[in-house]
């Protein structure tokens, strides 16, 4: 399977659009700098071209193996594993001390991008790994830090996350799982996780399993539980393996998707042999979860724009290629040959939606990781308002991004007619793909509901009304732009419709009854208009600098066919125009369903509460 | 063992590829560059020459400034060093030229081994290397698919018509390699990031005391694009295969002029 992505349009996020280059000037970036910072993009993006997506027909065709308790992965994957671990890929975003590389994590996000774009069921293993890698070493103790991290991080060994029981999906507190402490201080474990992402494969010697469970006399809920280090197989005090630890896959999962990616049920302690580790202290599990969750709900998110970039690319190539029925400009004439079915304005509807949404996922995404990266650069107050925006856009990143994601995927499957759904081509395996992204790491409901009762209200809901007097600052200074005047109404008029509705909302009987029904179409207004806020910002920087093509050029835009005619031949000019035009397109039809949603939750309706289901 | 790998810079295979407004030359606007495909063999060759018999690998390139990107796309993935020779704007160089320019760097310098690729994708005219190997004295050996390097000593094998042809040969040798030879890595995190520290030469052409007009076996008179590809013709052929094949016969003779 072939994979695109718009590259140019990932390093102007980067390099034109967010100040990367002054982040690189930190002492902590020392290493690094625009020229190799490029050369790492471009050797993710030919690892995911050249190995991901090489082998994610496999992945889906072949997929997960399970075989008497022992998962096998189809053979491309294991080229591609060894590909990335000895690049260091796993270890991209930490600590050197560690064997990581310390990149940033706007960097990483976009790396990120290419390796979920090209072969999403693969990239899940790297995403668990990292994760563990950087929860051990940032909440292990000292002889944790030095048996696992190093070894994770490297790829050596892989991680998962293990949280789901059969009983406890979205409600992870009514886990049962048992851990108990054994003379030695380590614990002993009995229970049974499932939908457990790489519970068991053979792309590893060895898989670190991160594992919520509940001590005899814990409290119920969350906060009795404690994490442990769970290992496949036992670590001797040299770091050398030793016997089985008793986890055992007795099943994964038949799925729609994601192929590649085992979904296991792990059962530990089945034989009454299962050590686990304590990490942190007792009862602190989900508390440090979170941290790992968090990462990992921006990586689903990521994941969400990653099919969407690979599947709109896709899907443009062949709107090129395939020819079918005459131009609407010569409808009258059944002798007109058939033309590429992108001269379709029906299908260069879809595919412009499918380039906005992918490119405001991708911008929201770039920006939290941004944040991400001043909250750690920085300290004290400024430190804590970054952090605070990332806690704000968590949600969004994950719910929006996965939502919209498969919503691309869709637009895309449908630019290719009958074959779209055919296994011939991609855009089913993409849509497949993407589907999963709205369920796992909390589902979109859950995420949703972080979003209006805990996020919102944060600090008094000073990150929400900062977040929305951006975007109330890149209409003011878009409004005075003759073209993008009216896309900057409509923003402002979205950010009026967010402001009367929480103000409506809030003084209602039924506040609570409206809130929980509504969450979802919320978030959804919310992110909707800070993908618009941040297309326009992109506009009117793109303006610039195509204006200053033109003036070297000496080209004018009054004579619309030269100019047409310009921008066919000169890529730069072309991108930077269809930035343009891709933020008008995202203002005019995404913005009116913020006050269409607004309309439907102010009117209070609650027909769900009332029906008989 | 010291290698020297001679590098190129070609378009992107990918790059859609404009004549330039002089006629002579490719319009190099939003061309991304890369290390000429066949260089890439010749560079692993050289880092696995050396990983196992330890030594350098010396990355060197002629070409203008932009050059400098497949350099160090060169040290990421394992060179040790590397010489850049400003000059070459034109894009189509005179293999003549290229060579002895080359063989100016290369002069005074310890080596055991030369590599390079066997042609440069897009001129594809496999001449710098044996002309190279010829100016500096030394055995060479091109369009190499396997090689084992001893002390003092090589042999290596190569694609002939039907099989394989071995040729044994001394030290120092210069060989330009082909697809086949090896797997050319990737680059490593680590290895991208140590490039930046290590040392490019830059050296002047001028200051070889070459005259980059001078004496070169060609000139570029002009270039132009391939026609356009017009769509196929399918002959429909599964009620009567003669008549279809004699169809056929007669479209390759008259329209397409191939027989
Ligand atoms: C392919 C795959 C891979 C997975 N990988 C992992 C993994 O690696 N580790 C891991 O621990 N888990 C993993 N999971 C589990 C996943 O995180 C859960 O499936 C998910 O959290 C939902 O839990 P559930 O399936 O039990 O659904 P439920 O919790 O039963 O949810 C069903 C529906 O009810 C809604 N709902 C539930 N509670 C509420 C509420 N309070 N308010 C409003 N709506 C609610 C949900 O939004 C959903 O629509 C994976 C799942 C799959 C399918």
């Known amino acids: ?160 996350m293990c949280l789901t029981e059969a009983q406890a999906g979205s409600d992870v507190g009514a886990s049962k799982t048992k851990a108990v402490k054994n003379d030695d201080g380590s614990y002993q474990i009995t229970g049974e996780k499932i939908f457990i992402t790489g519970g068991d494969h053979d792309l590893t010697e060895n898989i670190i399993h991160l594992v919520l469970a509940r001590t005899p006399d814990a409290p119920v809920g969350t906060r009795g539980l404690s994490l442990f280090i769970i290992p496949k197989i036992k670590v001797n005090a040299d770091g050398s393996l030793g016997e089985s630890n008793d986890v055992y896959c007795n099943n994964i999962e038949e799925k729609m998707g994601i192929h590649g990616s085992p979904t296991c049920t792990l059962v530990f302690g089945q034989n009454d042999n299962c050590r686990g580790f304590l990490l942190g202290e007792e009862g602190h599990g989900m508390k440090l979860m979170f941290h790992m969750m968090n990462a990992a709900r921006i990586d689903v998110g990521l994941q969400g724009c990653a099919a969407a970039g690979a599947a709109h690319q896709q899907a443009l190539a062949y709107a090129h290629e395939r020819l079918q029925s005459r131009s609407w400009k010569e409808m009258q004439n059944p002798e007109a040959p058939q033309v590429p079915i992108v001269e379709h304005p029906d299908v260069r509807r879809m595919l412009l939606s499918s380039k906005a949404y992918t490119e405001a996922m991708r911008a929201i995404l770039l920006q939290t990781s941004y944040y991400l990266d001043m909250h750690h650069l920085l300290e004290g107050e400024e430190s804590e308002k970054y952090k605070s925006y990332v806690e704000l856009l968590t949600p969004i990143c994950k719910a929006w991004c996965s939502e919209w994601g498969v919503q691309v995927t869709h637009w895309c499957l449908q630019v290719h007619g009958g074959y779209g759904y055919t296994s011939d081509y991609p855009a089913e395996q993409y849509m497949r793909d993407a589907e999963i992204a709205c ?78 029904l509504n969450a979802p179409p919320l978030l959804d207004m919310v992110g909707t208009v800070v993908g618009a806020h941040l297309l326009l910002d992109q506009a009117m920087l793109a303006k610039t600098k195509l204006a200053a093509i033109l003036e070297e050029k000496g080209i004018g835009t009054q004579d619309k066919k030269a100019y047409k005619e310009f921008l066919t031949g000169h890529a730069e000019a072309a991108f930077y125009h269809n930035k343009v035009q891709t933020a008008i397109h995202f203002c005019y039809r995404a913005l009116p369903t913020v006050a269409a949603k607004g309309a439907a939750i102010r009117s209070g309706e609650r027909s769900p509460f009332f029906a008989i289901m | 063992m010291n290698c020297i790998v001679c590098v190129t810079s070609v378009p992107d295979t990918a790059s859609v590829i404009k004549i330039g407004t002089d006629g002579k030359n490719i319009d190099e606007t939003g061309i991304k560059w890369i290390v000429s495909p066949f260089d890439e063999y ?134 330009t390699c082909q697809k086949g030879l090896n797997e050319p890595r990737y680059a490593a995190l680590k290895g991208i990031m140590a490039a930046k520290r290590k040392p490019v030469d ?48 007669k479209a390759l003779r008259d329209e397409a002029k191939a027989i």
């Open chain 2, 42 to 175: 010749a560079l692993e060759e050289a880092l696995q020459i050396t990983e196992a018999k330890g030594g350098e690998v010396t990355a060197v390139t002629y070409g203008p400034a932009r050059a400098e990107a497949a350099l160090r796309d060169c040290l990421a993935r394992g060179a040790h060093k590397a010489v850049h020779v400003i000059g070459g704007e034109a894009t189509l160089g005179d293999s003549f030229t290229i060579a002895k320019v080359l063989a100016k760097v290369l002069a005074g310098r310890e080596y055991d081994c030369v590599l390079c690729g066997n042609k440069g994708v897009g001129t594809d005219c496999s001449q710098v290397g044996p002309m190279l190997g010829e100016l500096l004295g030394i055995p060479h050996v091109a369009n190499v698919t396997k090689l084992d390097v001893g002390d003092g000593s090589f042999t290596a094998g190569r694609e002939v018509e039907g099989g394989l042809e071995q040729v044994e040969s001394s030290l120092p040798a210069l060989l």
């Open chain 1, 1 to 160: 399977m072939d994979y695109k992505v718009d590259l140019r349009d990932v390093k102007f996020q980067l390099f034109e659009w967010l100040p990367t280059a002054k982040l690189l000037e930190a002492e902590k970036f020392a290493d690094w700098d625009l020229e190799n910072i490029e050369m790492v993009l471009d050797e993710a993006v030919k690892i995911a071209q050249q190995q991901m997506a090489a082998c994610n027909e496999d992945g889906d065709r072949i997929g997960a193996q399970w075989n008497d308790g022992v998962v096998t992965l189809p053979e491309s994957f294991h080229t591609a594993y060894q590909t990335v671990t000895e690049g260091g890929w796993i270890g991209l975003l930490a600590n050197p001390e560690y064997g990581g590389m310390g990149l940033p994590e706007i960097i990483g996000t976009a790396v990120n991008e290419f390796f979920n774009g090209s072969n999403v069921a693969f990239s899940l293993t790297l995403m668990l790994t990292r994760g563990v890698g950087h929860m051990i070493e940032g909440f292990g103790t000292e002889e944790q830090k030095r048996l696992f991290v190093e070894k994770v991080l490297a790829g050596q060994w892989a991680g998962t």
């Open chain 1, 439 to 516: 369920i796992y790491e909390g589902t979109n409901g859950i995420q949703a509901l972080d979003f209006v009762a805990r996020k919102l209200p944060m600090n008094g809901g000073k990150p929400i009304r900062e977040i929305l007097g951006a975007a109330e600052k890149t209409f003011q200074r878009a409004k005075s732009d003759s073209e993008l005047m009216e896309p900057a109404w409509m923003l402002a008029a979205a950010l009026k419709q967010i402001e009367t509705i929480s103000k409506e909302l809030t003084k209602r009987p039924d506040a609570i009854q409206m809130v929980l």
């Open chain 2, 202 to 249: 830059k050296i002047e052409v001028a200051s070889l005391g070459i005259d980059e007009a001078a004496d070169s076996f060609y000139t570029v008179r002009s270039l132009e694009l391939p026609p356009p590809k017009s769509g196929g013709t399918i002959i429909q052929g599964e009620d009567n295969p003669a008549a279809a094949a004699a169809q056929l016969v």
